[in-house]
C-alpha cells in the first residue's frame, strides 16, 4: 500500500532556500543601505562646509576691520554672531603668528584637542557629550585692504561645525532609508514564501506522493502528471521521471529474456559438464577427439549430409610425427541431433599426415590461440597449447551457428586443450618411467664411476687450492698488505689509474752504508740487512703504514692510502713510527755489538705531508703501485740532509703533530734540488716521554753505548758511578 509522506514547514525545500536567499539578500540590504547611509552623510557634510564658505563673504570684512582696529568687543560680538548660526559650533581667530586672539565654542586648540570657550573668551568645561563628536572647519585669512590697496595679512578665521550637526541634518533621510529597508525585506520574504510554496513545495509534495504509488508489478499503467510548465525543472524532472519508467520497462523485459538465455546457457552448462565428465575418464587421444565431435553435433544445427573430420597430433608405429585423421559420417540420434556414425566402420576413413593439406594450414595459422572459425557451412575447432597444434575438429554441413554457439565451443576447445596435455603428460611419464627402469639397472655403476670422478676432481681442486694459496702468500710479500687486501677483496681493480691524495711520506737509509758493504763478508751484510728491514716493516705495518718499497738499505713508506685515519692521525702514525724505529734500532745495535759488529748502524729519517698523486703506474702487463710528485721529492731531500739518528719533518706535517710531538726548529733549510728554501725540524721525542727521559740519559756511538736509569741506582752506588765517570773522562782527555 502507498506511503504518502508530509514535510513540515521548517523542513521543506521552501523553507531552506527562503532562509539562504533571506540570508543572502539581508547581507547584500545592509551592504548598500550602509553605503547609502556613508554618501548621505559626506553630501551633508560637504553642504555644510559650502555654507561656511558662503558665511566667509559675510563676515571676513567686518572681521578684518575690527581686527585692525583692535576692538575686542566688537569682534567678540561680531563671532558671538557667527556661534549663533544652527551649523556653526565654534570660531577661533588667530593673528598671522598662530596667537589666540579670540576663541568662542567649540574649538580645536593648537594640540587639536576638543575645548569648550564661553562668551568672554575663557575655555570652561563643555556641556555637549564628547562621544561621536567630531570637528570640521572652514578657514579664511584676515585681510585688510589700506587706502593705498595694498593688501595686509592679519591672522586667519577658522570656522568649526560638528559630526552632530552632521547627524541632525541628515536624522530623518537615514530613518526614512532604513525603514524602507525593512519593509522591502519582510514584503519580499513574504512575496518569496507564498511563490516558492505554490511553485515548489505543491509540485515536489505530488511528486512525492506518485512516487510512493510506484508499483514495479503494474509499470504499464503507471505515469506521473505534476500541474507545472514543462520548460522549468520540475517539468523536466517530471518528464525524465515518466522516461524512467519507460526505461524500467523496457529493463524489466530485457532482464526476463536475459533470465531466459541464462537458463538456456544453464543446460549447455549442465551439457559440457557432463561431457567433460565423460572425457575424464578416457585415455586415448581418439576416443577424446570422437566423444568432443559427438558433443559438438549436439549443440550445433547440423544437416542430413553433414560430415565430421577429427585430426589430433601423435607418432605413427614408425616413430614419425604427424596428424592422424579420421573422416566419419553422421546419422540422426534419438533426441533428433546429429551424431558420428561409428558403427559404420566400413566409411569411416583413417589417414596419417606429417603436414596438414594446404586448405588447413592457412586457416590454423591465422590463428594463435584455441578458437573456433566458421567457413561458409564449414565449423572448424582448433585446439593449441601455447601456439602448438593439438588437433582439429571440422564439421561439414552446419546449417546455423549463433553468439551461444560460439562461446559453447570456445569452453569445450579449452577443456580439450588440457585433456590432450594431460593425456601428452601422462605418454611422457610412462615414457619416463620406461627410462627411468632402464637406468635404475646401470644406476649403481654409474654412482660408484661418478664417485670415482668426484672424489679426484675434488682432490685435484685441493691441490689446486693449496697451490693458490701457497701462491697468493708467495705474492703477499711482494705487496703491502693494503695493497694486497684492496686487491684480493675486489675494492681496487688492477688497471691504470692514479688520482690527487694528501699523504704523509716517510723516506730513511742507513749513513754510510756503502763503506759498511767493504767492511763486512757479503753473507753477514745480507743478514744484518734483512734483519734490520724485517724490524723496521712490522713496525711499519703496526702503525698502519703502506710500504712502498725497499731501495737497498732505504725505506719508502706512505700513510693515507689505501686506507686513511684522516690527515692529521695519518701524520702522527708516521712520525710515531719513526721515533719508535729510532728506539728499536738501539736495541738491535746492542745485539750487533754482542754478535761482534763493532760498527754500528746509524739511521736518518725524513718525513713530509702534502698532496702526492698516487695509484698504479706502468703498463698494461706490469704494474706498480706507488706515490710521485714535488712533496715526495720534499722527504727524500729531507731525509738525504738529516744526520745520523735525526729525525727531520717539514712545517706541514709539524703543524699536524706538534700538539703531541716535541720538536726542535731547524730554520729555513736548502734542499738539493728544490729552488725555494723550506722550514724543517727535528723530531725530538713524544711529549709524554720527555718526562721519563729526565730520569734517564742513553747515548751511543761508534765504539760507545752508555745507558743510565738514575731512579734504578741506590745511594750507595751513586759514589762509585761518580768516581767511575770521573776516571772515564780522565781517561778520553788523555787520548
Known amino acids: 500500500m502507498a506511503q504518502h509522506h508530509t514535510v513540515q514547514l521548517k523542513d521543506s525545500i521552501s523553507a531552506s532556500l527562503i532562509k539562504v536567499v533571506f540570508s543572502l539578500y539581508c547581507v547584500v540590504a545592509i551592504a548598500v543601505t550602509l553605503v547609502h547611509l556613508v554618501a548621505e552623510y559626506f553630501d551633508a557634510q560637504a553642504g555644510i562646509l559650502e555654507d561656511l564658505m558662503m558665511f566667509q563673504n559675510t563676515f571676513e570684512g567686518g572681521v578684518a576691520n575690527e581686527v585692525w582696529n583692535l576692538d575686542d568687543n566688537s569682534l567678540r560680538a561680531i563671532v558671538q554672531g557667527m556661534v549663533q548660526i544652527p551649523i556653526i559650533v565654534g570660531v577661533r581667530v588667530e593673528d598671522t603668528t598662530s596667537e589666540l586672539l579670540l576663541e568662542m565654542g567649540s574649538v580645536e586648540d ?57 547627524f541632525q541634518k541628515v536624522r530623518y533621510g537615514i530613518t526614512f532609508i532604513l525603514v524602507n529597508s525593512i519593509i522591502k525585506t519582510v514584503a519580499l520574504w513574504i512575496i518569496f514564501f507564498m511563490v516558492a510554496e505554490r511553485l515548489l513545495s505543491r509540485p515536489l509534495l505530488k511528486l512525492t506522493a506518485s512516487t510512493d504509488s510506484l508499483n514495479l508489478d503494474n509499470l504499464e499503467n503507471l505515469s506521473i502528471d505534476v500541474e507545472t510548465s514543462h ?33 538456456a ?151 580439450l586443450t588440457i585433456s590432450l596435455e594431460d593425456l601428452s603428460a601422462n605418454l611422457k611419464l610412462v615414457q619416463a618411467k620406461d627410462r627411468l627402469e632402464d637406468l635404475n639397472e646401470h644406476l649403481e655403476q654409474k654412482v660408484e664411476e661418478r664417485t670415482r670422478e668426484l672424489a679426484d676432481t675434488n682432490q685435484a681442486l685441493q691441490s689446486k687450492n693449496q697451490q693458490l694459496e701457497n701462491l697468493s702468500k708467495k705474492l703477499s710479500k711482494y705487496l703491502a698488505p693494503q695493497v694486497y687486501d684492496s686487491i684480493f677483496s675486489g675494492k681496487k681493480d688492477v688497471k691504470i689509474e692514479t688520482y690527487r691524495k694528501k699523504l704523509t711520506v716517510f723516506f730513511s737509509d742507513i749513513k754510510g752504508f756503502t763503506q759498511m758493504t767493504d767492511s763486512l763478508e757479503p753473507e753477514v751484510m745480507a743478514n744484518l740487512l734483512n734483519q734490520y728491514l724485517t724490524e723496521m716493516a712490522e713496525i711499519a705495518l703496526r702503525y698502519g703504514g703502506t710500504i712502498d718499497k725497499f731501495i737497498g738499505d732505504a725505506i719508502m713508506i706512505f700513510f693515507g692510502d689505501p686506507e686513511t685515519n684522516g690527515e692529521k692521525n695519518d701524520a702522527l702514525s708516521c712520525v710515531l713510527m719513526a721515533v719508535e724505529m729510532r728506539e728499536r734500532l738501539k736495541y738491535m745495535r746492542k745485539q750487533w755489538h ?8 746509524q739511521v736518518r729519517t725524513g718525513i713530509n705531508t702534502g698532496y702526492c698523486t698516487v695509484g698504479n703506474f706502468g703498463s698494461e702487463n706490469r704494474l706498480d703501485y706507488t706515490i710521485i710528485g714535488g712533496q715526495v721529492n720534499l722527504a727524500s731531500r729531507l731525509e738525504s740532509m738529516a744526520e745520523s739518528g ?51 740519559f742513553s747515548d751511543e756511538g761508534t765504539g760507545f753505548s752508555l745507558d743510565l736509569d738514575f731512579e734504578e741506582i741506590p745511594d750507595s752506588e751513586k759514589a762509585n758511578l761518580h768516581r767511575s765517570l770521573k776516571s772515564l773522562l780522565h781517561q778520553l782527555e788523555q787520548l
Open 231 to 263: 520548460r522549468n525543472e520540475l517539468g523536466i524532472l517530471t518528464k525524465t521521471f515518466n522516461a524512467m519508467i519507460q526505461k524500467l520497462l523496457q529493463a524489466r523485459m530485457a532482464l526476463q529474456e536475459s533470465l531466459s538465455q541464462l537458463k
Open 594 to 601: 754482542e754478535q761482534g759488529i763493532r760498527q754500528p748502524l
Open 110 to 166: 593648537e594640540d587639536g584637542q576638543i575645548v569648550f570657550a564661553n562668551a568672554e573668551g575663557r575655555r570652561v568645561p563643555s556641556l555637549e557629550s564628547p562621544l561621536f563628536l567630531e570637528l570640521f572647519s572652514h578657514s579664511f585669512p584676515i585681510q585688510h585692504v589700506r587706502q593705498d590697496g595694498q593688501v595686509r595679512q592679519l591672522g586667519f578665521v577658522h570656522v568649526f561645525s560638528s559630526t552632530h550637526i552632521v
Open 646 to 696: 735525526q729525525i727531520l719533518i717539514s712545517k706541514d706535517t709539524f703543524v699536524l703533530v706538534r700538539d703531541q710531538v716535541e720538536c726542535v726548529p731547524m730554520g729555513e733549510v736548502q734542499l738539493k734540488g728544490i729552488t725555494q728554501s723550506t722550514p724543517a725540524y727535528q723530531v725530538v721525542d713524544l711529549h709524554r716521554q720527555l718526562a721519563l727521559r729526565q730520569k734517564q
Open 265 to 415: 546457457a544453464n543446460q549447455r552448462l549442465e551439457l559440457l559438464t557432463h561431457e567433460m565428465a565423460e572425457m575424464a575418464g578416457l585415455h586415448d587421444r581418439y576416443h577424446v577427439m570422437i566423444h568432443a565431435a559427438n558433443t559438438i553435433l549436439q549443440e550445433v544445427e547440423a544437416t542430413e549430409t553433414t560430415e565430421v573430420r577429427v585430426w589430433f597430433f601423435q607418432e605413427n608405429d614408425r616413430g614419425k610425427s604427424g596428424y592422424s585423421c579420421f573422416h566419419f559420417p553422421t546419422k540422426l540420434s534419438r533426441n533428433g541431433k546429429r551424431m558420428l556414425a561409428l558403427d559404420q566402420l566400413n566409411r569411416v576413413i583413417h589417414v596419417f599426415h606429417e603436414q596438414l593439406p594446404n586448405e588447413l594450414i592457412d586457416v590454423v595459422f591465422s590463428t594463435r590461440n584455441t578458437e573456433c572459425v566458421l567457413i561458409v557451412d564449414k565449423l572448424i575447432l582448433i585446439i593449441r597449447h601455447e601456439r602448438q597444434l593439438l588437433g582439429l575438429i571440422e564439421v561439414k554441413g552446419v546449417e546455423s551457428f549463433t553468439r551461444e554457439d560460439e562461446d559453447f565451443l570456445k569452453i569445450l576447445g579449452h577443456y
